[in-house]
């Protein structure tokens, strides 16, 4: 049985040697399978909630999983026994579809529609896996297919109930309707109402430690340019959202098809509708799919740096997150066409980008960096089913800069493994940036969703390697004198690995003696919550007393959070008002306040215990009451 079990896990010499198309299978399915761990890490946190300790270790196992096994499927590595990968990727497919957080009413009817046509698809793949796809067939499949989600994502935008997917979506909508009407949207004063005119409940906005809720645009130009069209037609930012699903999926279908790759689009469908998450992000988020599509044309057009350039600054017009990928993309162009290019692209970037922007920059400078750097810079609350948790649920006293230098740190450490083991690593290009945001403060599932559904762009350049897929990799275009580390022999390769490794634990550790020395503390003596005067089980105001012990003499603001155990409603949590708006704690004395909400939907179950949650001075403490 043992020797079985290791003959499928690995099998001998004799099964490695795959034909084009089972190559791609063998990828496909490790890149679902990782997929699907990603988002059951995300599924478990929306079912389980902030409180589950169990559950936060199960999601980061789950996500770092997920991004080991889309590495290991686009290093070479899937090579393996095609029945074992075919069963790792219908469980973990399962299970996805099994956890899934399925709404009411109209979510209900797309996930069950969603769900047939993925079996659908399945048993056709299958079937015609057996007989063969002849080019008619494939030519209809994939027009289909194409129609299919051309009437999905129209019908779902449509449908969908609520006009705003997020709050994001409504600022950029609002601060499209000032661009034309002559106003600077930059400018934070004239978007401090976005919300409130925009109809959106702020309380399912993205709320700031020194009190309030973000209500300013902070991303470059194209985020909201992009909008326009729902200004100017009043057409429903859901629906318009939604719509843009389609692009990076006809991408990637025109790209299999000039790569000569027609056969291969059947099992590329399957994977893309295997990511339940992928098809609903645009009902969720913002617009990010757009900067995911150009920085796929990027990636695709590297061969013509230039145009290649062009493309990556239209994505960085749109959103930061391309920063991610970008000394990726300068390492991959160095590696493989040479440091002219590397100097023809980023040139295109910068230029692209200063030409899309270069007007709300001249006109007030300081208005458009704060905007863009505010993502980073502005005391926002912890978010998402990242190891963050541990941090702004109170866990551990662990500041925001924490996170902050150890993605940095993590980002360093995956740029030189990224150079040093280039011809290794060339294709899981989009892999890093997911690992990198794994360690941000804020967790969102479109900062994997959209990198997964790129690493789709690379297969069809993994299989134009004439090396065998069980070994290293040759770069296609390598030039001559570009392979500065090709002396260094591995030894030496190994030393500056393990000197990063190092550095890279200095900050974890730096934290927890952070976290056992800090100068000041909070105490939460008590919490008392008053129950609604007609409805007994649930509160909607309460007295909290707290002890501030500080070795300065200097007031402190504070920040409250009510944290609930069960499946997430609002990752925010319960964020009430404090009377008076006193927020001011006096260092070394007892200190009152009382909470207080005016909405229905934020009332306290005092049938349930629950963790109030104190941010002060960038330090968090909590405790749990029952």
């Known amino acids: 049985m043992i020797n079985r079990i290791k003959e499928i896990i690995h099998p001998s010499e004799k099964n490695v040697n795959l034909t084009i198309e089972e190559r791609h299978l063998a990828i496909f399915l490790g890149l679902v399978t990782g997929s699907s761990f990603i988002e059951i890490a995300y599924f478990i946190w929306v079912k389980l909630g902030y409180l589950n300790i169990l559950a936060i270790l199960l999601e980061g196992a789950f996500l770092f999983a997920g991004f080991f096994l889309i590495l290991y499927s686009l290093v070479g590595n899937m090579n393996r026994n095609l029945k074992f990968l075919w069963i790792s990727a219908v469980i973990s497919i399962f299970i996805q579809i099994l956890i899934y957080p399925y709404p009411s009413g109209f979510g209900i009817l797309a996930m069950i529609f969603i769900i047939v046509l993925f079996a659908v698809l399945f048993a056709y793949v299958i079937f015609q896996l057996k007989r063969g796809f002849t080019q008619k067939v494939l030519y209809f499949y994939t027009s289909e297919i194409i129609l299919f989600l051309f009437i999905f994502t129209f019908?779902?935008?449509?449908?969908?109930?609520?006009?705003?997917?997020?709050?994001?979506?409504?600022?950029?909508?609002?601060?499209?309707?000032?661009?034309?009407?002559?106003?600077?949207?930059?400018?934070?004063a004239s978007m401090i109402n976005s919300l409130s005119i925009m109809h959106f409940p702020y309380y399912l906005g993205t709320p700031l430690l020194t009190g309030g809720y973000v209500n300013a645009i902070g991303y470059p130009v194209l985020s909201f340019i992009a909008y326009l069209p729902t200004a100017i037609l009043s057409v429903k930012p859901s629906f318009f959202q939604e719509s843009l699903t389609v692009i990076p999926i006809l991408i990637l279908a025109l790209e299999y098809l000039e790569k000569g790759r027609l056969n291969l689009i059947p099992s590329l469908f399957l994977g893309i509708f295997s990511s339940t998450m992928m098809l609903s992000e645009g009902l969720n988020g913002g617009n990010g799919i757009l900067w995911a599509s150009f920085v796929m044309l990027s990636y695709i057009f590297l061969s013509k740096p230039f145009k290649s350039g062009i493309l990556f600054g239209i994505a960085l017009s749109i959103k930061q997150i391309p920063?991610?990928?970008?000394?990726?993309?300068?390492?991959?162009?160095?590696?493989?066409?040479?440091?002219?290019?590397?100097?023809?692209w980023f040139l295109a970037v910068i230029s692209t980008f200063l030409i899309i922007n270069g007007y709300f920059i001249a006109l007030n400078p300081t208005f458009y960096i704060k905007a863009v750097l505010s993502p980073e810079l502005l005391p926002i609350i912890g978010d998402g089913f990242g190891i963050s948790q541990i941090s702004f649920l109170g866990f551990l006293s662990i500041p925001k800069t924490v996170f902050t230098v150890l993605m940095i740190s993590v980002a360093i450490i995956l740029f030189s493994l990224y150079y040093l083991y280039f011809e290794r690593l060339m294709y899981a290009i989009f892999v890093f940036p997911m690992i990198i945001l794994a360690f941000n403060y804020r967790v969102a599932i479109e900062y994997f969703v959209y990198w997964v559904i790129l690493c789709f762009s690379t297969i069809p350049f993994l299989l134009e390697s004439k090396v065998p897929v069980s070994r290293t990799y040759a770069t296609p275009l390598k030039k001559k004198g570009q392979t500065v580390f090709r002396s260094i022999k591995k030894k030496g390769r190994k030393s500056v690995m393990i000197t990063l490794f190092i550095l890279l634990c200095i900050v974890p550790v730096s934290a927890v003696l952070y976290h056992d020395h800090n100068s000041s503390t909070i105490t939460i003596e008590s919490s008392i919550p008053y129950a609604i005067n007609n409805n007994t089980s649930f509160a909607d105001s309460m007295k909290i007393t707290v002890h501030f012990s500080s070795v300065s003499d200097k007031p402190q603001d504070i920040f409250f959070r009510i944290v609930e155990p069960g499946p997430i409603v609002n990752g925010n949590g319960l964020i009430w008002n404090i009377s008076g708006n006193n927020s001011l704690i006096k260092p070394n004395s007892n200190s009152t306040f009382l909470l207080y909400t005016d909405v229905p939907s934020e009332y306290l179950?005092?049938?349930?215990?629950y963790r109030l949650v104190v941010y002060y001075s960038g330090m968090v403490s909590a405790r749990n009451f029952n």
């Open 155 to 188: 019908l779902t935008g449509l449908l969908y109930p609520r006009y705003f997917p997020s709050d994001e979506s409504a600022i950029d909508a609002y601060a499209a309707t000032l661009f034309l009407r002559g106003i600077n949207p930059y400018n934070a």
């Open 605 to 609: 179950n005092l049938s349930e215990p």
């Open 323 to 344: 920063v991610f990928v970008l000394p990726f993309f300068l390492i991959f162009i160095l590696k493989d066409h040479g440091k002219k290019d590397v100097g023809k």
